[in-house]
């Protein structure tokens, strides 16, 4: 009931009543220009903040095993 009884009811939220959620109609052409890029740039600063914590742990790591 959960699941079936809110995709039932009207409301105004994107992807109801059979709308897609990112359709040709909801955004515009020049926010798409910065839309999609911020999303990559996003995705690619979380991907490099991952990748400084790992390099972080393997020189923690490294610096505890030469003064063990």
Do not use: C
């Amino acid at each position: 009931m959960l699941f079936i009884l809110p995709r039932l009811t009207d409301s105004l939220h994107p992807g109801n009543g059979g709308n897609p959620g990112f359709s040709s109609y909801d955004l515009d052409n020049n926010m798409r220009m910065v839309f999609y890029p911020a999303v990559i740039a996003w995705t690619l600063l979380g991907i490099w903040l991952v990748n400084v914590k790992a390099r972080l742990e393997i020189l923690q790591y490294k610096m505890h095993e030469q003064h063990a």
